[in-house]
């Protein structure tokens, strides 16, 4: 519910499945015909990376970290449980 929250708040447009109420409770219903792997390409990382220009860059739940530190001069790494200080 909080994703969709966040679509509607911003003005996106909702396709694929429908906000309702069961039993007290409100819930997606999933239109068949509509799947997404919540994937995206490389370069489409990029073009966000290039447009949103951040400070630092600390990639999380890649299987390429090391792509970000090649391709981005402000990556930072972690290992899994290290910090960073803002």
Do not use: C
Not at 71 to 85: A, M, P, Q, R
């Amino acid at each position: 519910m909080r994703f969709n929250n966040w679509l509607r708040r911003f003005g996106f447009k909702i396709h694929g499945f429908e906000i309702i109420e069961e039993n007290g409770r409100l819930k997606p219903e999933f239109q068949k015909g509509f799947h997404t792997s919540g994937h995206v390409s490389r370069e489409d990382i990029r073009w966000a990376i290039e447009t949103i220009d951040p400070d630092i860059i600390i990639p999380v739940h890649t299987e390429n970290p090391s792509w970000f530190a090649e391709n981005f001069d402000n990556s930072v790494l972690l290992k899994e449980g290290e910090t960073y200080n803002i």
